[in-house]
């Protein structure tokens, strides 16, 4: 189909609503926020208009950077986890009869329904020592005796990666439906085993659909700030959390303005890194 | 015994039955098609004889060795699929490798190897270039030179050249014959186009409904089809009944034929006489009487069609003996015993 470019200003009336949504909804307020970034603190919870460099200036610290580092470290972490599991587990499932898949791919959009209040408490229960999953183990007889699993950074870790699996499986089960079966059969014909033929062929296959994942699941994992407090040890709170309690139990807004200004950054400046890395890739 | 060896093969999925009862025997360096409808089964008998899907009943023997269970990756054999299925990520040079990178082989040895298959398949130089910068033809010879690049036992093709225009297909029918004799290695083809099949094949296995119903050179095939069916499938044909008279005699169309008899056993048959085998003459002496319904001039050939006791009998000519018919005349139609045949079924 042949597409003409937009002649008039009308022709591109479609696009004034969105273009003032996004505006309203998130052009301004992140403006505010780089704004207030650079005001000046006062004592007892306000701040007046400045162009002061003190709340960036305070950030860097080792103990900011460690936290800074944290996070990024578990954003990174939860989305290989999500990738390396959630690969083979939807190549199984596009592989798999009809109704298996629909009662999956229903059961992983029920998760979505689901707050991360109530995920968060679910698996505190289920890693609690009175009422989790070690008194299961204890009557299997695999455990002699029941044990908190909470606060740890492995609690931590299962519910985040819990929490952003369905969107995993939803971003890469298209590819993996449109992916020709074909491909592993020809690899097992040329001698690859299953295994292998899933590792030379279909992972190398899909690798721009892998990175799309891997950012995608990364910038969700990087906003998570009510897991890490439900399910961690302080050394395992994200930069989120200490940017809420900045604002909220401390009211320094520019603070927090300020943190938040530079975990943007550093996200947006590692998806640029990955997307620059995966055309290096592309173009060899 | 060496070659291929499939002996009581069937394939049932659920209560269908793909595959049923089939036994075949390939000996080394032919070439087979197996030739028939869609859904008669014949693509999974090329899937089981590749270890991609197991046969519910029977087995499977390579050079020897039974390779019913044995798994796909471990049969060395070379497969081109219909879909081609070259990998999308990696180049014409590492898509042909593959085999010899996943068994482990150096890469220099690798290198060789590519480039003596491209110069095989007059594509020389292309091992730099991506895969979907390729024409049909093109991604097609890479899919062959990919299935050979192990020297496999076996060299199995599904469907290999249906993606192709006819003129490309035409061609490399001829280049795929070719290139198979000079390597001599053993290879099935599953084509669903006669005319592929009797261009390529030392032996074409016809067939139907999931059983062989004929497996013969392409000449027996074609001259002394074993079924009502075989003679239906490959080319034109003219199916006549076959009764006995008065006298017990076999007649067709009224006409006793001297030379034509009834199979042994059956009370009545089926006669397949090739259009060109059809005789037009003048009606009266012993001659099957008819009248001309349609003539069809093709150019390079012509087709009379005569209708004769309710059934339309089809005679094509060369432009050199061009009949002299027109339409509603009288005709009498003479069969040679020595090109008909009379099928019991």
């Known amino acids: 189909m042949r597409r003409e470019p937009p002649q008039r200003l009308a022709h591109y009336g479609p696009l004034f609503f969105p273009a003032g949504m996004l505006t309203v909804f998130f052009v301004v307020p992140f403006a505010t926020m780089i704004a207030v970034s650079f005001f000046q603190r006062q004592q007892g919870g306000f701040y007046t208009p400045a162009f002061v460099f003190d709340n960036y200036a305070r950030f860097l610290s080792l103990f900011f950077g460690k936290v800074l580092g944290f996070s990024l470290f578990l954003a990174v972490a939860v989305a290989v986890a999500c990738v390396v599991i959630g690969i083979p587990f939807t190549y199984l499932l596009s592989r798999s009869a009809r109704k298996i898949q629909i009662v999956w791919l229903v059961a992983l959009l029920s998760i979505l329904s689901l707050s991360e209040v109530m995920i968060g408490f679910a698996w505190s229960t289920l890693f609690s020592r009175t009422a989790g999953i070690t008194n299961l183990f204890v009557w299997l007889g695999l455990m002699a005796q029941a044990q908190a699993l909470t606060p740890s950074f492995g609690a931590v870790m299962t519910a985040m990666t819990y929490q952003a699996f369905p969107y995993t499986v939803l971003v890469l089960y298209p590819a993996l439906v449109r992916l020709d079966p074909t491909l592993t059969e020809a690899a097992r014909t040329l001698g690859a085993s299953p295994v292998k033929a899933f590792l030379t062929v279909v992972v190398p296959a899909l690798r721009n659909t892998i990175l799309a994942t891997l950012i995608m699941v990364f910038i969700f994992a990087l906003g998570s700030y009510l897991l890490p407090q439900l399910l961690g040890r302080p050394q395992h709170w994200t930069l989120s959390v200490l940017i809420t309690d900045q604002a909220i139990y401390q009211s320094n807004m520019p603070f927090a303005a300020a943190m938040a200004v530079f975990l943007v950054l550093v996200s947006l400046a590692l998806v640029g890194l990955a997307l620059y890395a995966g055309q290096q890739r592309q173009a060899k | ?345």
């Open chain 2, 1 to 345: 015994m060496s070659g291929l060896n499939l002996s009581h093969v069937t394939k049932q999925f659920g209560t269908f039955t793909a595959v049923n009862d089939v036994s075949l025997s390939v000996p080394d360096g032919t070439f087979v098609c197996l030739l028939g409808p869609s859904g008669c089964g014949k693509t999974t008998l090329m899937r089981m004889i590749a270890g991609l899907d197991l046969p519910t009943g029977g087995s499977i023997e390579l050079a020897g060795a039974d390779i019913t269970k044995v798994p796909t990756h471990k049969r060395d054999l070379g497969m081109v699929f219909q879909s081609l299925a070259l990998f999308p990520h990696l180049t014409v040079g590492e898509n042909i490798a593959y085999s010899l990178r996943i068994r482990g082989v150096a890469k220099d040895v690798q290198k060789k190897r590519i480039d003596e298959l491209l110069a095989m398949i007059h594509l020389p130089g292309f091992a730099d270039r991506s895969v979907a910068k390729l024409s049909g033809g093109q991604r097609q010879r890479v899919a062959i030179a990919r299935a050979l690049a192990i020297s496999p036992k076996l060299f199995l093709l599904d469907e290999p050249l249906s993606a192709l225009d006819a003129k490309l297909r035409e061609a490399m029918q001829v280049e795929l014959r070719q290139l198979q004799q000079r390597l001599g290695i053993t290879t099935i083809v599953v084509t669903h186009d006669q005319r592929e099949a009797m261009t390529m094949a030392d032996t074409v296995v016809v067939m139907n409904g999931g059983e062989i119903r004929q497996a013969a050179p392409p000449v027996d095939i074609y001259r002394r089809p074993a079924d009502s069916f075989v003679a239906d499938f490959i080319g034109q044909t003219n199916l006549l009944p076959v009764v006995p008279d008065g006298a017990g005699r076999a007649s067709v169309l009224g006409e006793v034929v001297e030379g034509i008899a009834l199979p042994t056993g059956a009370a009545k048959g089926t006669l397949s006489v090739r259009p060109e085998d059809v005789q037009l003459t003048a009606p009266g002496h012993g001659a099957i009487s008819g009248t001309v319904t349609f003539v069809r001039d093709l150019g390079g050939a012509i087709e009379t069609f005569v209708e004769a006791g309710g059934t339309q009998v089809i005679a094509v000519c060369s432009p050199r003996n061009r009949p002299d018919v027109s339409v509603g005349q009288s005709v009498g139609i003479r069969l040679d015993p020595a090109t008909s045949v009379v099928l019991a079924r």
